[in-house]
């Protein structure tokens, strides 16, 4: 018998806000969110998403929607998803989900995505000392291919995958994550915006107070930003709580290692096609502990076949040694920061803006690697950027590269000015 077609349990309409859809939605990890939907095991369910903004960015001439983008309400999840064996007995604590990638895209009608660098002061990103003005690159969708207007003589497949995807904590993890994470809140987010889950009731002010940003990856997955987590890919997901409650979002068309400019995917809406398997009591059984808890795990990803070819590779290398020349014994964030930097510096001697090469190595196929990690004092990390993806020969040639006045391609991507005054949202992992 032919498969059947996904069955669409959580429906997006994209004419319509985030707290105007069918189901709720939610931007926050707590166990007491109610599902949405319910599965079972083997079963082919369709789950669409808004992007992560909720439709805030648009596809148009000005990045003034990326440099006021309100932060606190990120990321729109689609879920949570009760899942449930053939007898309809819920995942339990202690199991282990298997979460089959089967099929994805973006939503049928909305083929676009967009890349961006926040604001300084309204989020920032790896290079927001470099980089502090609010920019954004519209990317459009060909197929597997994507171009922007804004980055004129790329072109690129994509990688599509969620950028989110995991499981609810439960109280005792939720507490663990607050309270080791407030330890390193900066400034801390004075909002408590938790989506449309019946504002101003006892019950929305609980899980507000309570529940976590989904900002960073953790325990349960998460946001974890996996960009070869696409078709056939599986993801083994810790249960905390009955049923699971799994929620995804934030979907990628095509992704850098590292995400390195915060809003540095191709953002979009779109689908996810899944089936899941639940194996009892698979989280003893397959994953350790890494710290004082069982609870202390993290998840397990299998990546699929699906990926684009490449063969020809420009790496740039960077070491932790700082702008200053400040030694760092073995940071590797400071020495990936180097190599992400030299890779600007090199490109942008072929006529791009370094504002353009700094979207583009956030969101086109590149890779990062921690290179050597033992060989004290410097941590050495890598960049490698795929030739292919450029309408001209970027590799160091015996001919000289233009010296003087040259032509930046045109038109640069959309900027705005920096003025340091917006409200500073320096932490947006914090839990408030």
């Known amino acids: 018998m032919a498969p059947t077609t996904p069955t669409v349990v959580v429906p997006i309409d994209l004419k319509k806000k985030p707290n105007e859809q069918k189901l709720t939605l939610h931007n926050r990890w707590h166990p007491e969110i109610p599902p949405v939907a319910e599965v079972k095991v083997g079963e082919l369910f369709r789950v669409e998403m808004v992007d992560f903004t909720g439709g805030a960015i648009k596809d148009n001439d000005s990045a003034i929607d990326v440099k006021t983008s309100d932060l606190s309400t990120v990321h729109y999840l689609s879920g949570p998803i009760k899942v449930v064996d053939e007898q309809g007995i819920p995942a339990k604590p202690g199991d282990l989900l298997a979460v089959e990638i089967c099929n994805l895209g973006p939503l049928p009608g909305d083929?676009?995505?967009?890349?961006?660098?926040?604001?300084r002061e309204n989020g920032g990103g790896f290079l927001t000392d470099h980089f502090p003005c609010a920019t954004k690159a519209i990317w459009y969708f060909e197929g597997i291919y994507?171009?922007?207007?804004?980055?004129?003589?790329?072109?690129?497949?994509?990688?599509?995958?969620?950028?989110?995807?995991?499981?609810?904590?439960?109280?005792?993890?939720?507490?663990?994550?607050n309270e080791r994470e407030s330890e390193l809140e900066e400034t801390g987010?004075?909002?408590?915006?938790?989506?449309?889950?019946?504002?101003?009731?006892?019950?929305?002010?609980?899980?507000?107070?309570?529940?976590?940003?989904t900002i960073p990856g953790r325990e349960n997955g998460g946001n974890c930003d996996i960009k070869n987590l696409s078709r056939g890919s599986k993801i083994y997901l810790p249960v905390f709580v009955d049923g699971a409650n799994l929620s995804t979002g934030?979907?990628?068309?095509?992704?850098?290692?590292?995400e390195v400019t915060f809003c540095g995917a191709i953002e979009m809406s779109g689908f996810l096609d899944l089936k899941c398997k639940i194996i009892r009591g698979g989280m003893k059984e397959y994953l350790t502990p890494m710290g004082p808890t069982p609870l202390h795990v993290n998840p397990i990803f299998e990546i699929g076949p699906v990926e684009p070819r490449f063969s020809e590779w420009l790496v740039f290398e960077g070491i932790s040694v700082d702008e200053s020349g400040r030694q760092h014994y073995l940071d590797a964030t400071v020495a990936y920061k180097r190599a992400v930097l030299n890779a600007i510096d090199y490109l942008s001697k072929f006529g791009y803006s370094k504002e353009q090469v700094y979207l583009l190595l956030s969101c086109c196929p590149c890779e990062g690697r921690i290179s050597g990690i033992v060989d004290s004092p410097n941590a050495v990390a890598t960049l490698a950027v795929p030739t292919a993806i450029f309408d001209q020969d970027i590799r160091p040639k015996t001919s000289k590269v233009p010296v003087g006045p040259r032509l930046v391609r045109k038109p640069d991507v959309l900027k705005c000015s920096y003025e340091g005054n917006l409200p500073t949202t320096e932490n947006p992992g914090a839990r408030i």
């Open 250 to 258: 934030d979907m990628h068309f095509s992704q850098g290692d590292g």
């Open 146 to 177: 994507a171009y922007s207007p804004h980055i004129p003589g790329v072109r690129f497949p994509g990688l599509t995958h969620p950028g989110i995807i995991g499981t609810a904590p439960s109280m005792e993890l939720l507490k663990i994550w």
């Open 189 to 213: 987010l004075q909002s408590l915006k938790l989506c449309e889950i019946q504002e101003g009731t006892p019950e929305w002010k609980k899980i507000a107070m309570e529940a976590a940003r």
């Open 111 to 119: 083929e676009w995505g967009y890349t961006a660098t926040f604001d």
